[in-house]
């Protein structure tokens, strides 16, 4: 990526750096002033159907913030849209599903993903985005057991009693409901790289209801065959979920280039149990309400514990809460470009 910032590309393939390189999980957000103009103008959904609004925000926090990779702004559940699920995105309660999947007449009423028909306004932005970027631009999609809890529970959940109750009850059924997401993320990713993203990212953000067992059974072969669709492409590919420390090992061999650790993996473990396979992490978002004599602190300890390892990228252990001070998000970036001059 000649003229691009890659440090990102670079300790995601398990190289050195001169720094850890810095990005955050909802780096466009709800703490953003400017974010918020723009949301008195556009809903959600419309934000990310109009790519140039669209780029607008995926921008905002790499000029902001100086971070080393610009994700893309969407939501897990966009493509879920081309698949013929009615949804609703409801301003802090997340994605609502009109008509939960219960039977297999919802798993046979999922149409196939078609990228290009389906979602042709997120590739768009992805294009336009490219031709303004001097950093590496992060794809992303959330992955089948996420999906598949939404889809089934009706929409965010603490208990997950739906899915699971599925999951146990129509075991057949279950596998071809995440066999049919498996092969539309697939295409949803493929169709993000071809149309400019340098990597990825797939959002587990649910899969720590799951017992070891359970995700062996019932996740971890369609997680396998997710990645496995994706590594002929060649762009690094980062796997994330929460409350996931007891998974991690699983997780780790279903695939991914990149581990990402949420803030209750302590990384030193997680480096002894990974071996040689890059992470990132794992700020606590909180922290990030301190002062910055604790950020500072929290920062430091982060570096120290991976100890100058190489494959490291610099992140939260989840994606930054609505009022928190943009000037905290800034002044991590600043700590970590501190030890570029350093060097």
Same mark, same amino acid.
């Given at each position: 990526?000649?003229?691009?910032?890659?440090?990102?590309?670079?300790?995601?393939?398990?190289?050195?750096?001169?720094?850890? *390189?810095?990005?955050?999980?909802?780096?466009?957000?709800?703490?953003?002033?400017?974010?918020?103009?723009?949301?008195?103008?556009?809903?959600?959904?419309?934000?990310?159907?109009?790519?140039?609004?669209?780029?607008?925000?995926?921008?905002?926090?790499?000029?902001?913030?100086?971070?080393?990779?610009?994700?893309?702004?969407?939501?897990?559940?966009?493509?879920?849209?081309?698949?013929?699920?009615?949804?609703?995105?409801?301003?802090?309660?997340?994605?609502?599903?009109?008509?939960?999947?219960?039977?297999?007449?919802?798993?046979?009423?999922?149409?196939?993903?078609?990228?290009?028909?389906?979602?042709?306004?997120?590739?768009?932005?992805?294009?336009?985005?490219?031709?303004?970027?001097?950093?590496?631009?992060?794809?992303?999609? !959330?992955?089948?057991?996420?999906?598949? +809890?939404?889809?089934?529970?009706?929409? *965010? +959940?603490?208990?997950?009693?739906?899915?699971?109750?599925?999951?146990?009850?129509?075991?057949?059924?279950?596998?071809?409901?995440?066999?049919?997401?498996?092969?539309?993320?697939?295409?949803?990713?493929?169709?993000?790289?071809?149309? !400019?993203?340098?990597?990825?990212?797939?959002?587990? +953000?649910?899969?720590?209801?799951? +017992?070891?067992?359970?995700?062996?059974?019932?996740?971890?072969?369609?997680?396998?065959?997710?990645?496995?669709?994706?590594?002929?492409?060649?762009?690094?590919?980062?796997?994330?979920?929460?409350?996931?420390?007891?998974?991690?090992?699983?997780?780790?061999?279903?695939?991914?280039?990149?581990?990402?650790?949420?803030?209750?993996?302590?990384?030193?473990?997680?480096?002894?149990?990974?071996?040689?396979?890059?992470?990132?992490?794992?700020?606590?978002?909180?922290?990030?309400?301190?002062?910055?004599?604790?950020?500072?602190?929290?920062?430091?300890?982060?570096?120290?514990?991976?100890? !100058?390892?190489?494959?490291?990228?610099?992140?939260?252990?989840?994606?930054?809460?609505?009022?928190? *001070?943009?000037?905290?998000?800034?002044?991590?970036?600043?700590?970590?470009?501190?030890?570029?001059?350093?060097?």
């Amino acid at each position: 990526m000649e003229g691009v910032n890659d440090l990102i590309l670079q300790a995601a393939r398990g190289g050195p750096t001169s720094r850890p *390189p810095v990005w955050f999980m909802r780096q466009a957000g709800r703490y953003q002033k400017e974010y918020q103009e723009i949301r008195r103008r556009y809903t959600l959904p419309e934000i990310v159907q109009n790519p140039e609004a669209c780029a607008e925000v995926t921008l905002l926090p790499v000029k902001q913030l100086g971070v080393d990779a610009a994700i893309l702004f969407a939501d897990i559940t966009t493509p879920l849209y081309g698949m013929g699920v009615e949804l609703d995105l409801v301003e802090g309660k997340g994605p609502v599903i009109h008509r939960p999947i219960r039977d297999s007449k919802g798993v046979e009423a999922l149409r196939p993903l078609e990228p290009e028909e389906a979602v042709p306004f997120v590739l768009e932005t992805i294009r336009l985005l490219k031709r303004e970027l001097e950093v590496p631009l992060i794809g992303f999609a !959330g992955a089948p057991f996420t999906l598949a +809890s939404y889809l089934i529970e009706g929409g *965010p +959940s603490r208990q997950f009693k739906e899915v699971k109750a599925f999951m146990y009850r129509e075991e057949a059924l279950w596998h071809q409901l995440l066999e049919k997401l498996t092969q539309a993320m697939a295409r949803y990713l493929k169709a993000q790289v071809e149309a !400019g993203a340098d990597l990825l990212q797939v959002f587990d +953000s649910w899969v720590g209801a799951l +017992s070891p067992a359970d995700y062996r059974r019932y996740v971890k072969p369609h997680m396998a065959r997710l990645f496995q669709e994706l590594r002929p492409l060649g762009v690094p590919v980062i796997h994330f979920g929460v409350g996931t420390m007891g998974l991690l090992k699983e997780m780790q061999e279903a695939g991914g280039d990149v581990m990402g650790l949420d803030h209750h993996t302590p990384l030193p473990w997680a480096r002894e149990a990974l071996g040689q396979t890059p992470i990132q992490g794992n700020l606590d978002p909180v922290v990030l309400f301190a002062p910055k004599e604790v950020i500072r602190r929290e920062v430091e300890r982060i570096l120290a514990e991976n100890a !100058g390892r190489p494959g490291h990228i610099f992140n939260l252990g989840h994606g930054i809460l609505p009022g928190t *001070p943009v000037e905290h998000v800034r002044y991590v970036v600043e700590l970590l470009k501190e030890k570029e001059e350093a060097a």
